[in-house]
Protein backbone atom coordinates (compact mmCIF):
# COMPACT_ATOMS: atom_id res chain seq x y z
CA UNK A 1 0.00 0.00 0.00
CA UNK A 2 1.26 3.21 -0.94
CA UNK A 3 2.27 6.42 1.75
CA UNK A 4 1.26 8.85 -0.34
CA UNK A 5 -1.60 11.11 1.84
CA UNK A 6 -2.70 14.39 1.18
CA UNK A 7 -4.39 16.82 3.68
CA UNK A 8 -6.25 20.32 2.53
CA UNK A 9 -9.14 22.41 3.07
CA UNK A 10 -12.54 21.31 0.48
CA UNK A 11 -12.84 23.70 -2.05
CA UNK A 12 -15.84 25.59 -2.89
CA UNK A 13 -18.81 24.22 -3.13
CA UNK A 14 -18.18 22.97 0.83
CA UNK A 15 -17.28 25.43 3.48
CA UNK A 16 -13.64 25.31 3.60
CA UNK A 17 -13.81 21.83 5.93
CA UNK A 18 -10.62 20.06 6.00
CA UNK A 19 -10.38 16.68 3.99
CA UNK A 20 -7.41 14.25 5.10
CA UNK A 21 -6.55 10.79 2.86
CA UNK A 22 -4.17 8.41 4.50
CA UNK A 23 -2.50 5.55 2.95
CA UNK A 24 -3.60 5.53 -0.46
CA UNK A 25 -5.28 2.57 -2.09
CA UNK A 26 -4.16 0.71 -5.36
CA UNK A 27 -7.70 1.64 -6.85
CA UNK A 28 -9.83 4.49 -4.89
CA UNK A 29 -12.77 5.02 -6.33
CA UNK A 30 -14.74 8.41 -6.44
CA UNK A 31 -18.64 8.63 -6.91
CA UNK A 32 -21.71 10.92 -6.55
CA UNK A 33 -24.51 12.55 -7.97
CA UNK A 34 -24.63 14.98 -10.59
CA UNK A 35 -23.52 18.45 -9.07
CA UNK A 36 -21.92 17.06 -6.35
CA UNK A 37 -18.84 18.55 -6.88
CA UNK A 38 -16.56 15.60 -7.23
CA UNK A 39 -15.09 16.59 -10.44
CA UNK A 40 -13.82 19.88 -8.14
CA UNK A 41 -12.78 17.49 -5.38
CA UNK A 42 -10.90 15.37 -7.56
CA UNK A 43 -8.90 18.18 -9.46
CA UNK A 44 -7.92 19.15 -6.37
CA UNK A 45 -7.23 15.95 -4.49
CA UNK A 46 -4.61 15.40 -8.09
CA UNK A 47 -3.11 18.88 -7.19
CA UNK A 48 -2.52 17.43 -3.76
CA UNK A 49 -1.26 14.04 -3.70
CA UNK A 50 2.33 14.20 -4.43
CA UNK A 51 3.67 13.05 -8.08
CA UNK A 52 0.12 13.56 -9.48
CA UNK A 53 -1.74 14.49 -12.65
CA UNK A 54 -5.90 14.56 -13.02
CA UNK A 55 -6.95 12.58 -16.45
CA UNK A 56 -10.19 14.82 -17.60
CA UNK A 57 -12.40 13.82 -20.59
CA UNK A 58 -10.37 15.90 -22.98
CA UNK A 59 -8.15 12.91 -23.24
CA UNK A 60 -10.95 11.90 -26.10
CA UNK A 61 -10.86 15.27 -27.96
CA UNK A 62 -10.23 15.39 -31.73
CA UNK A 63 -10.71 11.61 -31.66
CA UNK A 64 -7.92 11.12 -28.94
CA UNK A 65 -5.38 12.55 -31.33
CA UNK A 66 -3.07 13.12 -28.01
CA UNK A 67 -3.00 9.34 -27.57
CA UNK A 68 -2.08 8.57 -31.53
CA UNK A 69 0.41 11.17 -31.46
CA UNK A 70 2.32 9.32 -28.08
CA UNK A 71 2.01 5.97 -29.49
CA UNK A 72 4.26 7.32 -32.70
CA UNK A 73 6.79 9.05 -30.61
CA UNK A 74 6.90 6.48 -28.33
CA UNK A 75 7.84 2.79 -29.33
CA UNK A 76 8.24 1.57 -25.41
CA UNK A 77 4.95 2.85 -24.68
CA UNK A 78 3.29 1.09 -27.82
CA UNK A 79 4.40 -2.11 -26.68
CA UNK A 80 3.36 -1.43 -23.27
CA UNK A 81 -0.14 -0.58 -24.26
CA UNK A 82 -0.11 -3.24 -26.85
CA UNK A 83 0.52 -6.09 -24.30
CA UNK A 84 -2.49 -4.69 -21.86
CA UNK A 85 -4.89 -4.56 -25.25
CA UNK A 86 -3.97 -8.40 -25.63
CA UNK A 87 -4.95 -9.07 -22.16
CA UNK A 88 -7.84 -6.84 -21.99
CA UNK A 89 -9.13 -8.48 -25.30
CA UNK A 90 -8.65 -11.78 -24.13
CA UNK A 91 -11.15 -11.02 -20.94
CA UNK A 92 -13.61 -9.77 -23.75
CA UNK A 93 -13.66 -6.02 -24.68
CA UNK A 94 -13.20 -4.50 -28.14
CA UNK A 95 -10.58 -2.31 -28.86
CA UNK A 96 -12.07 1.20 -29.51
CA UNK A 97 -10.50 4.83 -29.51
CA UNK A 98 -11.81 5.33 -25.89
CA UNK A 99 -9.78 2.55 -24.49
CA UNK A 100 -6.52 2.94 -26.51
CA UNK A 101 -6.19 6.67 -24.98
CA UNK A 102 -7.46 5.04 -21.40
CA UNK A 103 -4.67 2.77 -21.82
CA UNK A 104 -1.71 4.80 -23.05
CA UNK A 105 -2.80 7.28 -19.91
CA UNK A 106 -2.56 4.41 -17.76
CA UNK A 107 0.97 2.77 -19.29
CA UNK A 108 3.09 5.90 -19.43
CA UNK A 109 6.00 6.00 -16.53
CA UNK A 110 4.70 8.73 -14.80
CA UNK A 111 3.26 10.80 -13.07
CA UNK A 112 3.22 8.02 -10.10
CA UNK A 113 -0.61 8.57 -9.39
CA UNK A 114 -3.43 9.16 -11.83
CA UNK A 115 -6.75 10.82 -10.97
CA UNK A 116 -9.16 9.48 -13.84
CA UNK A 117 -12.15 11.43 -14.70
CA UNK A 118 -14.96 9.29 -15.76
CA UNK A 119 -12.99 6.26 -16.54
CA UNK A 120 -16.02 4.50 -18.13
CA UNK A 121 -16.45 7.39 -20.82
CA UNK A 122 -16.47 5.37 -24.09
CA UNK A 123 -16.48 2.04 -22.81
CA UNK A 124 -19.35 -0.57 -23.57
CA UNK A 125 -20.16 -3.20 -20.64
CA UNK A 126 -17.46 -5.70 -21.79
CA UNK A 127 -14.78 -2.89 -22.09
CA UNK A 128 -15.70 -1.36 -18.41
CA UNK A 129 -15.39 -5.10 -16.68
CA UNK A 130 -12.51 -5.92 -18.64
CA UNK A 131 -10.51 -2.78 -17.55
CA UNK A 132 -11.26 -3.28 -13.89
CA UNK A 133 -10.00 -6.93 -14.24
CA UNK A 134 -6.84 -5.63 -15.47
CA UNK A 135 -6.15 -2.63 -13.05
CA UNK A 136 -6.79 -5.54 -10.32
CA UNK A 137 -4.57 -7.92 -11.48
CA UNK A 138 -1.92 -5.87 -13.27
CA UNK A 139 -1.79 -2.74 -11.42
CA UNK A 140 1.32 -2.12 -9.32
CA UNK A 141 0.28 -0.61 -5.48
CA UNK A 142 3.59 1.76 -5.76
CA UNK A 143 1.27 3.38 -9.27
CA UNK A 144 -2.20 3.92 -7.30
CA UNK A 145 -5.13 5.20 -9.11
CA UNK A 146 -8.66 7.21 -8.17
CA UNK A 147 -11.01 6.36 -10.56
CA UNK A 148 -14.21 9.08 -10.85
CA UNK A 149 -17.07 6.55 -12.09
CA UNK A 150 -20.80 6.32 -12.04
CA UNK A 151 -21.06 2.57 -13.71
CA UNK A 152 -21.87 -0.45 -11.52
CA UNK A 153 -19.12 -2.31 -14.37
CA UNK A 154 -16.38 -0.13 -12.60
CA UNK A 155 -17.45 0.56 -9.21
CA UNK A 156 -18.50 -3.60 -8.16
CA UNK A 157 -19.11 -2.66 -5.17
CA UNK A 158 -19.67 -6.73 -4.20
CA UNK A 159 -16.00 -7.35 -5.34
CA UNK A 160 -14.63 -4.91 -3.81
CA UNK A 161 -10.78 -5.70 -2.25
CA UNK A 162 -9.09 -4.68 0.78
CA UNK A 163 -6.85 -2.52 -1.68
CA UNK A 164 -9.59 -0.50 -2.55
CA UNK A 165 -11.75 2.00 -1.12
CA UNK A 166 -14.55 4.22 -2.14
CA UNK A 167 -15.25 7.61 -1.44
CA UNK A 168 -18.55 9.30 -1.96
CA UNK A 169 -19.59 12.91 -2.26
CA UNK A 170 -22.81 13.34 -0.93
CA UNK A 171 -25.46 15.17 -2.58
CA UNK A 172 -25.92 17.63 -0.22
CA UNK A 173 -22.24 19.23 -0.26
CA UNK A 174 -21.63 17.57 3.13
CA UNK A 175 -17.55 16.62 3.04
CA UNK A 176 -16.88 13.66 1.02
CA UNK A 177 -16.44 10.70 3.08
CA UNK A 178 -15.23 7.18 2.82
CA UNK A 179 -17.58 4.66 2.51
CA UNK A 180 -17.45 0.79 3.40
CA UNK A 181 -18.66 -1.23 0.98
CA UNK A 182 -20.95 -3.14 2.65
CA UNK A 183 -24.70 -3.37 3.03
CA UNK A 184 -25.77 -1.15 5.66
CA UNK A 185 -22.63 0.73 5.92
CA UNK A 186 -23.41 4.47 6.54
CA UNK A 187 -23.69 6.17 3.13
CA UNK A 188 -23.82 2.56 1.19
CA UNK A 189 -27.71 3.23 0.39
CA UNK A 190 -26.16 6.25 -1.13
CA UNK A 191 -22.99 5.21 -3.02
CA UNK A 192 -25.89 2.46 -4.85
CA UNK A 193 -28.11 5.46 -5.95
CA UNK A 194 -25.27 7.42 -7.81
CA UNK A 195 -24.54 4.24 -9.49
CA UNK A 196 -26.12 2.49 -13.16
CA UNK A 197 -25.66 0.31 -15.51
CA UNK A 198 -23.21 1.03 -18.63
CA UNK A 199 -26.76 0.87 -20.16
CA UNK A 200 -28.91 3.36 -18.23
CA UNK A 201 -25.76 5.53 -18.49
CA UNK A 202 -25.60 5.65 -22.04
CA UNK A 203 -29.03 7.12 -21.86
CA UNK A 204 -28.57 9.56 -19.47
CA UNK A 205 -25.10 10.78 -20.95
CA UNK A 206 -25.16 14.67 -21.20
CA UNK A 207 -28.12 15.43 -19.10
CA UNK A 208 -26.66 17.68 -16.34
CA UNK A 209 -28.70 18.90 -13.06
CA UNK A 210 -30.38 22.54 -13.51
CA UNK A 211 -31.86 24.06 -10.10
CA UNK A 212 -34.75 26.13 -11.34
CA UNK A 213 -36.66 28.72 -9.00
CA UNK A 214 -39.82 27.69 -8.21
CA UNK A 215 -42.63 30.22 -8.35
CA UNK A 216 -44.35 30.77 -5.09
CA UNK A 217 -48.26 31.35 -5.25
Known amino acids: ?????????????????????????????ITGPLGSGKTRFATTLAQRLPDAAF???????????????ALERDGALRARVDEALDWIEAAGADRSTALVSLLVT??????????????????????QRAVVSFLRERRSPERPLVLMTRSTS???LDALRDDEAVILCP?????????????????YDSVLTCLASPAVRARTQGLVAVLRPVELV
Not at 3 to 29: H, I, V, Y
Not at 171 to 187: D, I, L
Open 106 to 127: LEAKAPRVLVIDMVEQGLDDAA
Open 171 to 187: ANHSPPRFVEPRAGAPG
Open 55 to 69: VGLDRLDDGAAATWA
Open 154 to 156: ILQ
Open 1 to 29: MSTSAAAFDLPWPWNGERFELGALRRLTF
